[in-house]
């Protein structure tokens, strides 16, 4: 394989095993480790194919450095993309809304299933609840935008949480 053949294949692959490093560091950190080793075994078979196919003869045709470097750099945009898409792993949301808000947000949000835990707070002007909310990453748009339906000048903070042990919708016993 020479020419432009050659620089499409190192390309597409470096963008497809950048992308599988990116989905196995993600697993790994959502203590999905088996799946995560299982994609790294993979990984690493790609990688030492691609790499061994650039280092022939590199003095000869530099080129392919920098191709290997921009599948490298578009594999990681793309992985994270295709991570974002999948949305692996459960989200905590917090959101600090206005006391009368509160209790007709969280019916709201448990008739979507989701569980809510409301937490009485008080802010500088008036009383607040703060709302923690535990649900799929694939629903964190929908959830947002209920929230803002309420109160548009909500206090909104997310994070990704590793799996969680008890409590409504149980993921781990």
Do not use: C
């Amino acid at each position: 394989m020479t020419g432009i053949l050659l620089y499409l294949f190192i390309f597409f692959v470096k963008i497809f095993e950048v992308s599988l490093a990116t989905l196995r560091i993600v697993l790994i950190t959502k203590d999905e480790r088996l799946k995560g080793a299982t994609i790294g075994f993979f990984e690493v078979i790609i990688w030492v194919i691609l790499a061994s196919t650039v280092l022939q003869n590199i003095s000869e045709d530099p080129f392919k450095v920098v191709v290997y470097a921009m599948g490298f750099a578009i594999g990681n945009y793309t992985g994270s993309a295709i991570e974002n898409m999948i949305a692996i792993g459960t989200t905590n949301i917090e959101a600090i809304v206005h006391k009368s808000d509160g209790k007709e947000l969280s019916i709201a949000l448990r008739k979507m299933g989701l569980a809510v835990t409301a937490v009485d707070a008080y802010g500088m002007k008036d009383k607040k609840e703060i709302l923690y909310i535990r649900i799929p990453r694939k629903q964190v748009n929908a959830t947002i935008k209920l929230i803002r339906s309420f109160q548009k000048d909500v206090v909104i903070t997310i994070n990704d949480i590793k799996p969680i042990y008890g409590g409504y919708r149980t993921i781990r016993k």
